[in-house]
C-alpha cells in the first residue's frame, strides 16, 4: 500500500511549511503564492482569502468550525500507540510516535468523541494529517471502531473527516486489519439505517480511502483534495503513462462518480447539516 | 515437473546436486558401483534442504512465495476442487482475468471460489496483469459471493496477489472503493467464508477478498500491509533494504499466527509448494475441506457475531484506566 513521504499535489503541508517568512505569522499561499497572514487564515478557517485554497486544518481546528461550540466530548482519548512489532528501521516506532506527539500536542492521529452539529447528536472521528501523515494504526482504528459503536448503541450519526496516507507500516498487519475492522463497524451503523457522512480532505489516500472514507451513505470532498489508492509516483513507475490531467483531485472523483458534492469548507457546516436533517435516523 | 529454479539461499543444495550429477557420471563411465556414495549424497541433500527450510527468515520466504513454479490458485481448484464453472465478469465494466472466480465442488460441498491468478511467463502475466487486480475483479468477487449467500453457497477465497492494481484505470474506477465495499459486505455476508493465502497476501488488495470467518496461510506464504521492497523506499529511503523490512514487517506466517492476524498455518511439503504441487494441493484441500465441515455446522447467526469478533479485537494499543473524557 503506498504510504506517502509528503502531501502530493503541494497541498496538506501548508501549516508547517518553511520559508524565508517567519514562521506563524505569514506563509505563502501554495495556491496563488499569495503572503497570508495567520490571523486571516485563522479568521477564515485556514482557507486562503485570495484563491480559496483550503490550508490543511488541525483536527481541533475542525471540530471547532463544524460543531457547536462547547458541545464536543472526547472519547478515548488515553488510547496510546504501542510498538508492539518492535519495529526495527532507520528510526524507531516509539521515536516517531514521540516526535509528533510533541510536535502536534496529540496522542495519536485521530481525534474522536460526539457532540452536536446545529443541535443535531453526532458522534465525530477527525484525522490529522499533521501527525504521522495521518496513518492508520491500532489506536486510529480503535478510536474511530468505538466512534462508530457508540453512535449505533445511541441510534445517532457518524461523521468522519478523513486525511491519511494510508495504513501505518511501524505496525505491520495490525494496521491493515483496522480497516476491515471500521469498514465492520459501519456494517452494524448502516444496518441499523443510522447516516454516515464521510468527508474527504487533502489528502486522503490508500488504506484509509480503502475502508471507511469510501463507504459514506454521503462522501463529500473539500475543492482540491488529492484522493486516490495509489500514489501517482507509484501508478507513474507501474504504467508508464502520463497522468490525466488534474488526476486523483476531488474534481476528478466527482466526474468519475465517487463523489457526491465538493462542499468550500466555509459550507460544510450548514450542509452537512441539512444532509443529517433530511436523512434523519431512520425509523428502527 | 522439471527441477524448479534455485533460490539464492538453495545455492548450497544446487552444489550438493552437482556433486551428486557427478557421482552419477563417474560411476556410470566406468561402470562402477558407486550406490552407497549415491545414497549418502542423496541423504546429505535432504538434510540440508531440511536445515535450510527449517531455519527460513522472513525475505526467503518471500522469495519462496513469490517463486514462479509455486503453484497458483487454478492450480489448487483443478486438484482440490471438481465440477469447476468459472463465472465471467461484474456486469459493470467488465472481467478481470486477475481474479478468477467460480463455482465448484469441495467435496460434497456446493461452494463459490474466489481466487487470484498470477502467471508463469510473459504471456500470462500479460493476461493474468501479474495477480494485480482492477475494481472489476473486487467487484466481480462480490458478486459471485452474493451469488453465494443467495443459494446458501459457502465462500472459499485464495489469495495470491502483489497487490491491487495501482493504474489510471484502477483509480478511475475506484479501486479503493471496490476494496471498501468489499470488506463491509463480507462482515455481513450471511454464508461461511474461509481464505487461504497461498502466496503473497499483498496488503489491502489480498485483504479485499480476505474478512473470513477463518484465515488459513500457507507456511511459506506472506501477508503484508507493505511490500518489502515498498517498505524499504520508504523507512530507508532505498529499496536494497527489502530484507530487513521483510524482517521488520512481521509478515511470516508464523509472525501472523503470534498476531492473530491468521487463524492457521497449512504446513507445506519439504523445501516448499514450488517442488511438489500435488503434495501441496492434498494438504491444502483436506485443510480447506475439514474446516469448511466446521463453520457448516455453525448457525449463520452465530458465525456472523464470531466473524464481527475477530476482526473487532485486532489492534494492541496501551489505555490507561484513567483517561480524560467518558469512554465509548
Redesign the interface.
Known sequence: MAIFKKPPTGGGGGRKRRSDIPEGLFQKCPGCNEVVHEIELTENQRVCPHCDYHFSQSAKERIESLLDPGSFVEMDASLHSVDSLRFQGMATYKDRLKKYQESTGLIDAVLSGYGTLEGIRVAIAVMDFAFLAATMGSVVGERITRAIEYATTERIPIIIISASGGARMYEGMLSLMQMAKTSGALARHGEARLPYISILTNPTTAGVMASYASLGDIIVAEPKSMIGFAGPRVIKETTHQDLPKGFQTAEFLEEHGLIDQIVHRRKLRPKIAEFLRFLGPAAA | MKEPQPLDFEKPIVELQRRLQEIREHSDEHALDFDSEVEAMEAKIEITRREIYDNLNAWQRVQIARHVQRPFALDYVERCFTNWNELHGDRLFGDDKAMPCGIAMLGEHRCIVITNQKGRNTKENVLRNFGCAHPEGYRKALRLMQLGEKFHLPVISLIDTP??????G????????A???N???M??LRVPILAAVIGEGG??GA??I??ADHVMILENAY????SPE??SA????DRRHAA??A?????TAQD?MR?N?VDEIVSEPDGGAHRAHEKAAEILGRALHSNLERLLKIPINQLLKKR?EK??R???????P???????
Request: glycine share 14%; net charge neutral.
Open positions: 497487490g491491487a492494481y495501482p493504474g489510471i484502477s483509480e478511475e474506477r475506484h479501486i479503493a472503493e476494496i471498501a465495499v470488506l463491509r459486505e462482515m455481513k496488503s489491502g485483504l479485499g480476505g474478512v501477508y503484508s500491509v507493505i515498498a517498505c520508504i523507512l530507508w529511503k530487513e523490512a524482517e521488520a514487517l512481521k509478515l501472523l498476531l492476524v464481527y476482526f473487532r485486532l489492534g494492541n494499543f496501551a489505555e490507561p484513567k483517561g480524560n473524557g467518558a469512554t465509548g
